[in-house]
């Protein structure tokens, strides 16, 4: 990816990744818009980064999707990259009951949100001369967490989804990339001083370092290892990984 002269559109650019990501292509000079769903937050991010722009966007909301998309064809019509980044991580039991309403928003923005959304640009981005579409998954699609059962199996739906439009659009000019981060230190679940959570300055140089790349996946170096399909040792990892959280549970909070 030519990480210059560019016009990105990021869901969820509030916090966390999403708003990292964003500051780190605005400073290289590109024409940069973020979404999200409380404009206090939009004013903010924006405000302390001058020239960003910012939409309000309900990515749980298939009128509000194919709303906002209109608008960006139209105040942006150089519009050649979407960064689909928005995400929640509800705490659920796979053993137990689950809230119906918890899980629908999960499905909602993390799986049919970017779906709708790329649904959306992704005539606009073929007339484009050069475009892309970043989905931004999880190392969870490859080692599940079972505290957070649903999210993981809907970033494995991601992941296999982009493989799949990676095929689609072989023979246009759009390039899709992956984004598969390990536990970075953000507010997704809690922001901390967990030594198992990568920090987020050190995730966005590796990410925009492997961005600039023809890599499929954006990969940093933690998530390589795990990234590796395990195949008929898949059962021992995953139980083995969440044993280890069981004994050293993720602070909520």
């Known amino acids: 990816m030519k990480l210059t002269d560019n016009t990105i559109f990021i869901t969820g650019g509030t916090s966390g990744i999403g708003r990292a990501l964003a500051e780190a292509f605005h400073k290289l000079g590109n ?3 973020i979404s999200g769903r409380r404009k206090a937050l939009l004013e903010e991010a924006t405000a302390a980064n001058p020239g960003m722009r910012w939409v309000e966007l309900d990515i749980t909301d298939p009128d509000n999707i194919r709303s906002v998309a ?6 942006y019509p150089g519009l050649n990259v979407l960064v689909n980044n928005a995400g929640i991580m509800p ?5 137990g009951a689950i809230d119906e309403d918890t899980m629908l928003a999960s499905v909602n923005t993390n799986l049919l949100g970017p779906i709708r959304m790329t649904a959306a640009l992704v005539e606009h981005l073929k007339k484009q001369p050069r475009a892309h579409i970043i989905n931004n998954t999880s190392v969870l699609a490859y080692l599940p967490l079972a505290t957070n059962a649903v999210y993981s199996a809907l970033k494995a739906g991601l992941h296999s989804y982009t493989l799949s439009q990676r095929f689609a659009l072989r023979h246009t000019n759009i390039q899709v990339q992956e984004i598969a981060p390990p536990w970075v230190n ?3 679940i809690y922001k901390g001083d967990d030594p198992r959570a990568m920090p987020l300055d050190a995730f966005i140089e ?3 370092a492997a ?4 890599a499929e996946e954006v990969l940093v170096e933690s998530v390589r290892p795990l990234r590796d399909n395990p195949g008929a040792g898949e059962h021992a990892l995953v139980m083995g990984f969440n044993e280890s959280i069981v004994a050293n549970p993720i602070p909520v909070g």
């Open 186 to 188: 953000t507010d997704l």
């Open 70 to 75: 209109a608008h960006l064809i139209r105040e």
């Open 206 to 208: 590796q990410t925009m």
């Open 91 to 95: 705490f659920d039991d796979p053993a």
């Open 31 to 33: 024409r940069v818009i």
């Open 211 to 214: 961005l600039a790349t023809d």
